[in-house]
């Protein structure tokens, strides 16, 4: 059974910072692994989606990584913002088309200082 | 172009009583999910349904149902509901084409009392 662990469950970090929360998987046998943002109370927006063939995937401010080998996936934040306040999620998906199911982690709370 | 949009966004019902959560995918996606996140956790996987089948279920009570119409959206129903099933209930779309990145919609808040 695939089981997802993301340390620590909580972080708080001056403005202007870099920071990494980590992601880690039971499970190598995964097709690819997303990363999510989830603002209180509201839905999942995807970051970053790293296929099991790659090893990283930037979008501006962000950098993801995937070792498949140990088991793990960081996210980079560069240059914290207030507005980067939410909860982190990382997903894997072993998927056989047409039967797609994520396991998530149960997220790292980020609060940016001003 | 419209995300995935779900409705009602709250809802609140009674021990017993049965509720229909209706999600619409993003135009063109055929696959729909149904995810329950309980407050503090990760979501977690209820059903996959892909051209109207029903290709994965989570370890969810039988009375936990779902259904997809053939314009790709989707219905979840509840029966008997307990104080337990209180939740944000996330729908998902995915496309035909790997690497079948899921897109969520803004959830339904359902109370329990």
């Known amino acids: 059974k695939q089981e997802v662990t993301q340390i620590p469950a909580a972080l708080s970090v001056p403005e202007g910072e870099n920071l990494v929360l980590n992601c880690s998987f039971t499970?190598?046998?995964?097709?690819?692994l997303q990363w999510f943002r989830q603002d209180p109370g509201k839905g999942l927006t995807s970051l970053l989606l790293i296929q099991s063939s790659q090893r990283e995937q930037t979008s501006g401010r962000l950098n993801a990584s995937l070792d498949k080998s140990s088991g793990r996936s960081t996210l980079y934040i560069a240059a914290s913002q207030p507005g980067d306040s939410a909860t982190y999620l990382c997903a894997v998906i072993i998927s056989n088309f047409g039967n797609e199911k994520l396991t998530f982690g149960t997220g790292t709370r980020l609060t940016i200082i001003p | 172009d419209a995300g995935v949009t779900q409705s009602p966004t709250h809802l609140i019902k009674t021990r017993g009583q049965h509720v229909t959560l209706r999600c619409s995918p993003i135009?063109?996606?055929?696959?729909v999910s149904w995810y329950q996140q309980v407050l503090g956790q990760g979501p977690q996987f209820i059903f996959q349904?892909?051209?109207?089948?029903?290709?994965g279920r989570g370890n969810f009570p039988d009375r936990f149902s779902a259904r997809q119409f053939p314009n790709y959206s989707s219905e979840l129903n509840v029966n008997a509901l307990l104080l337990g099933d209180s939740a944000l209930y996330l729908c998902?779309?995915?496309?035909?084409?790997?690497?079948?990145?899921?897109?969520f919609g803004p959830g339904t808040r359902l109370t329990v009392t």
């Open positions: 499970d190598s046998a995964i097709y690819n």
């Open positions: 998902a779309s995915s496309g035909t084409a790997y690497p079948y990145e899921q897109y």
């Open positions: 349904y892909y051209e109207k089948e029903e290709r």
């Open positions: 135009s063109g996606h055929k696959s």
